[in-house]
């Protein structure tokens, strides 16, 4: 199946929550997002500064997302539906995000994620060519 990346819009956001909240590992409903300071109006207000987000779609159907953030030059977040992963979707976000981020003159890039090692993330960005 064909994977087709575009840019998220504001309108997307309750979608993107939809994929965040759906995964399995490094799991956080909405309430922990919240307590964050990650909430609808934060996700949304990014979009419009120096924050680009990008959707996954396989067959019309939004199967995952990454973010990133130009000022500080960082990949942070990517979460594909757990039904969906092994099909090259994150791989090609995280190729979006990075792509973004160096045509916009960055020369090193940052990523974060979950701070347990124990996640599979950390094995995938390794994959991926990241180093800790």
């Known amino acids: 199946m064909p994977l087709w990346v575009r ?3 504001e ?3 309750e ?3 939809d994929i965040r909240t759906s995964v399995l ?3 956080q409903s909405r309430e922990e997002l919240a307590s964050l300071g990650i909430t609808a109006e934060s ?3 990014m979009l419009t500064t120096d924050a680009k987000a990008w959707i996954c779609e396989i067959d019309g159907q ?3 997302f990454s973010m990133a953030n130009q000022r500080e030059r960082t990949v942070f977040a990517l979460f594909v539906r757990p ?3 092994g099909r090259g979707v ?3 976000l995280l190729k979006a995000a990075e792509q973004w981020l160096f045509s916009h003159g960055a020369s090193e890039i940052w990523l974060s994620t979950g701070s347990d090692p124990a996640l599979r993330s950390h094995g995938f960005y390794r994959c991926m060519g990241w180093q800790p």
């Open 7 to 9: 840019d998220a819009r």
């Open 11 to 13: 309108d997307d956001v």
């Open 15 to 17: 979608l993107l929550f």
């Open 25 to 27: 590992e490094n799991h």
């Open 43 to 45: 996700i949304a207000r």
């Open 62 to 64: 939004p199967v995952g």
């Open 83 to 85: 039904e969906h992963e």
């Open 90 to 92: 994150g791989r090609t």
